[in-house]
């Protein structure tokens, strides 16, 4: 029987008076507003049917991960809280930077999208906030553009067999720019070396130790498998689109334990919040009172260990691309 559609959630309760706030609160607050009016706009699929042109993969990559941050999603950055070190603003710059990378003439392989963007974030931002995000949509946003193949998924499957060893140098250099934590070293392929393989060689050998890693080497069956069709289930179900996306990415969390706690904190404790993200969606997830509950359970429980799923909401924004384009 569908669900009736649920009310509207935030995980974020407010407590103690109500206070005027400041004249500079007042101004960062339209931005907020602005991306949460342009989320809950979402366009029809129609609009995006493919193949698209490059200035349209590189909107709807922006908008996947606004629409992303947007979602209050457990644990992670989102436009009412951010995490040690990483503020909301952050990423709204870097979505920025990254419809600027990916719309950037000449910018039409998968490395150099990654390193534009990268370079044009750090520009803005002092920290890794997008390195993720730009691994995993860039191959999407070049296979989206492609009008010789029939499907966005078959035009993704050429994309990545056409990967090239320039293509991995350009991502290794984004890389250490980037320089996300907890990468450490590894025998073959390290990041700190030049790579003698082409991108997807590279991928392949870490996909054991990286989600994103593993999308590049199985041809992105997580996302087309579980992400976007988690999404569009939920959408159909008569979420809005920001419910829509803390679904989907409760459901990504509870069937592959996040890469970047794994290497932060451990696989021990990766699979444990994977285990509780699964136990959320059994209670219902956002749908029921008493998997909301747990979902702000869950959400407190992340925030208070210093456990973010990152990597998760990656894939969450590779779930929405793939949702609005339509083959």
Same mark, same amino acid.
């Given at each position: ?15 103690? %008076? ?10 960062? $607050? ?49 436009? $009412? ?91 290794? /250099? ?22 003698? $393989?082409?991108?997807? /060689?590279? &991928? ?42 803390? &679904? ?60 973010? %799923? ?18």
């Amino acid at each position: 029987m569908p669900l009736a559609r649920p009310p509207r959630h935030s995980l974020s309760r407010r407590t103690g %008076p109500r206070h005027r706030p400041s004249s500079s609160r007042r101004r960062i $607050r339209s931005p907020f507003k602005a991306t949460r009016a342009a989320v809950k706009s979402i366009p029809e699929r129609s609009r995006f049917s493919f193949p698209l042109r490059p200035r349209q993969a590189a909107d709807l990559a922006a908008f996947a991960c606004l629409a992303e941050v947007a979602s209050e999603k457990p644990g992670n950055v989102t436009l $009412r809280r951010g995490l040690p070190g990483l503020s909301p603003f952050d990423f709204l710059h870097s979505a920025s930077a990254l419809r600027a990378g990916f719309s950037s003439s000449g910018a039409r392989s998968v490395g150099r999208l990654v390193l534009t963007t990268i370079r044009r974030t750090r520009r803005r931002v002092s920290t890794n906030t997008n390195l993720g995000l730009a691994l995993i949509l860039a191959p999407l946003a070049v296979a989206s553009t492609r009008a010789r193949s029939t499907s966005l998924r078959k035009s993704l499957r050429q994309t990545l067999r056409g990967l090239t060893r320039h293509d991995a140098e350009q991502v290794y /250099e984004a890389i250490r720019l980037a320089g996300p934590g907890g990468l450490g070293k590894v025998k073959k392929q390290d990041v700190s070396q030049r790579p003698d $393989r082409n991108l997807r /060689e590279c &991928m392949v050998l870490a996909r054991r130790r990286d989600s994103i890693a593993a999308e590049y080497s199985s041809g992105y069956t997580l996302t087309f498998g579980t992400g976007a069709p988690a999404l569009k289930r939920a959408l159909d179900q008569g979420f809005s689109i920001r419910q829509a996306i803390v &679904m989907a990415y409760l459901k990504l969390l509870s069937v592959r334990p996040d890469s970047l706690i794994s290497r932060k904190h451990g696989s021990q404790t990766a699979r444990r919040v994977s285990r509780l993200a699964a136990d959320v969606l059994k209670s219902g997830g956002i749908s029921t009172a008493a998997g909301r509950c747990r979902t702000i359970a869950l959400d407190r429980t992340l925030r208070s260990s210093c456990l973010n %799923p990152g990597t998760t909401a990656d894939l969450t924004a590779a779930a929405v691309y793939v949702t609005l384009v339509s083959d």
